[in-house]
């Protein structure tokens, strides 16, 4: 199957299954808002994850993804990104936006999601440190996360790191999750 066929039953997907298509429109505006104004409104990720899990009771994929399914995904996307939150290197919108986006795939996607997620904020990051001319201080605060980490510091003791800015990471997340499904759907991951 060429690319071009791949994304026509791609499309033609989204009438039998509109899953994908709902969690796209879900993760574009949480990307809006974010950038808009640095917030992920709990209407949208708890709204997201309560349709996701209903979602997944009412039409499950097979008889393996079920409710159970979503909520195992659910509660991985969560616990992958909880440390962040408490190292204070990413806000609790995001986090409960990745528990969002495991509702929908489950927990064998969410991981590979969750890593994706993580190489394409961090090309962000150093984008976004260049841009702002902060490179310096973006190093100085991984050396510091690292130190303490080794160290076997508290994780609260990265608080002392300087901030280059907010970056809106649901973009990050939106980017990976559309990318990472797609790349599955045309059999590339």
């Given at each position: ?13 989204l ?13 574009l ?12 409104p709990?209407?949208?990720t ?8 209903l ?8 008889m ?13 996307g ?37 890593i ?16 702002r ?21 508290s ?13 809106p ?21």
């Open positions: 199957m060429n690319e071009s066929e791949a994304l026509i039953e791609l499309l033609s997907g009438a039998t299954d509109p899953r994908f298509g709902m969690l796209c429109i879900l993760l505006a949480a990307s809006f808002l974010d950038i808009r104004s640095h917030t992920i709990n209407r949208l708890v709204g997201g994850i309560a349709v996701g899990l979602y997944a009771a009412i039409v499950p994929f097979s393996h993804t079920g409710f159970l399914w979503a909520l195992a995904g659910c509660a991985l969560l616990l992958m990104l909880l440390p962040f939150y408490l190292m204070k290197a990413m806000g609790a919108g995001d986090v409960k936006l990745m528990a969002m986006v495991g509702a929908f795939v489950g927990p064998y996607a969410i991981v590979h999601i969750v994706t997620t993580f190489i394409v904020g961090g090309v962000a990051a150093i984008g976004f440190a260049l841009a001319g902060a490179t310096g201080r973006l190093l100085g605060n991984l050396r510091l996360m690292v130190l303490i980490r080794m160290a076997g510091g994780v609260a003791a990265a608080g002392s790191a300087t901030s280059i800015g907010k970056m990471y649901a973009v990050s997340i939106a980017i990976a999750a559309i990318s990472y499904l797609v790349a599955r759907h045309i059999g590339y991951a």
